[in-house]
């Protein structure tokens, strides 16, 4: 395969209200565009790369260049009024090397893997067209100039599209030619081929393929890759008195008991004890302060779902989960018949699989309230790997 990268680094940046370009503004002292283009130049099949920058630049990044020891030359061209003329001025400085390929990144992801490279290389080999995008994680409400919400909208099935978008060289010159002629507006390159009529292939990314568009991504970016690679660790611990007659959920899972936890939420002190753990690894306070007991929305409230959001919280912070160890005691029931179901449950919770999940249960001998069955208590550890 002949592939070649297009970076896009053209864009002013309006919202960063600096006086570089966006794409320029030095992250770790080195311009943003430089992360994109050295993921590219560790892709075997990339070739060639072009990239598109605004019109006073060039000599800045010639220099620039020059220090970067890529495999390749770049090629420099300089970008257009808006973000379609400046990808059509850079698939056009790609025409006498046509590639068969090209992946279209945008300069302001500087944390794209060359892994999430190859794999819409890849795909578009395949389907001729190809978008990294991530699963929506957030629900989408639809609401009026009042601000009142009108709808709620269903969001399995919906996407976020990030760069590197991926295409058939010439496939995606043929829907730029197209969309300059028949002036279709398009916020990214893939709703032009989409328009021709041609599937797009979605290639799962993650959320540490960020785009920088605000002074507050910037800084965030600036930590995620100062922490980049570290490890923390994080545990939490949980104890719910027990009542008769109410149920007994452990780590989303129902199980038949004669008592039950008493507290605000469902009780589940696994998924309590778990998501403490998890948001002391990230620092980010403790499950009371995100689900106060004291707001009605809890009352009830299903704390394996709870759970989910606090992963989502840690995943958004820029942390991956690599393991949680937990520990239930409990007199009774007998927990081994439902750790199987536990693991899976809460591995579903926080997006990662059973055997990144252990469960030990254990008593107290019959000492003190847990060991007389007056109460219930979880000890959860958990590891979180910073990931950007
Ligand atoms: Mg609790």
């Not at 008769?244 to 989303?252: A, K």
């Not at 997006?351 to 007389?372: M, R």
Request: hydrophobic residues 45%; proline residues 6%; charged residues 25%.
């Amino acid at each position: 395969m002949r592939a070649a990268g297009l970076i896009m680094a053209a864009g002013r940046g309006k919202r960063m209200g600096a006086a570089l370009p966006k794409c320029f503004l030095p992250l770790a002292g080195a311009p943003l565009y430089a992360y994109s283009l050295r993921a590219l130049a560790a892709v075997p099949e990339i070739g060639v790369a072009v990239l598109v920058i605004p019109p006073d630049c060039s000599r800045q990044v010639e220099e620039h260049l020059e220090g970067m020891e890529l495999p390749w030359p770049v090629q420099v061209t300089i970008g257009g009024e808006n973000r379609d003329d400046s990808v059509r001025a850079g698939l056009e400085a790609l025409r006498t090397t046509s590639p068969e390929i090209v992946a279209i990144q945008d300069g302001a992801r500087p944390f794209v893997t060359p892994q999430l490279i190859t794999d819409t290389l890849r795909a578009a080999e395949k389907y001729a067209a190809a978008v990294a995008a991530v699963p929506l994680a957030d629900t989408l409400k639809r609401a009026g100039e009042d601000l009142m919400i009108s709808e709620t909208v269903d969001r399995t099935s919906l996407w976020r599209a990030q760069t590197p978008q991926t295409f058939r060289y010439e496939l995606i010159v043929q829907a730029h030619q197209r969309a300059e002629k028949e002036n279709w507006p398009a916020t990214d390159d893939a709703m032009l081929v989409e328009r021709l009529g041609h599937k797009v292939q979605l290639v799962p990314a993650g959320e540490g393929n960020m785009k920088v568009t605000t002074p507050e991504d910037l800084e965030r970016a600036e930590r995620l890759l100062a922490s980049r690679g570290t490890m923390r660790i994080g545990q939490g611990y949980d104890l719910h008195r027990l009542e008769r007659g109410r149920p007994l959920i452990l780590g989303g899972v129902k199980i038949l008991h004669d008592r039950g936890p008493v507290g605000h939420s469902d009780g589940d002190l696994v998924c309590h004890a778990l998501g403490d753990a998890l948001l002391g690894a990230a620092a980010l306070g403790d499950v009371g302060v995100h689900f106060p007991d004291t707001d009605p929305a809890y009352a009830g409230a299903d704390s394996a779902v709870l759970l989910s959001q606090v992963a989502e919280k840690v995943r958004t912070a820029g942390y991956r989960i690599v393991n949680c160890d937990l520990t239930v005691i409990t007199e009774a029931p007998k927990l081994q018949p439902h750790v199987a179901a536990m693991r899976a449950r809460l591995a579903e919770a926080l997006g990662i699989t059973p055997e990144q999940v252990s469960i030990k249960a254990k008593t107290d001998e019959g000492v003190g309230a847990i060991g007389q069955g007056q109460a219930l208590a979880c000890h959860a550890a958990t590891l979180l790997e910073a990931c950007a």
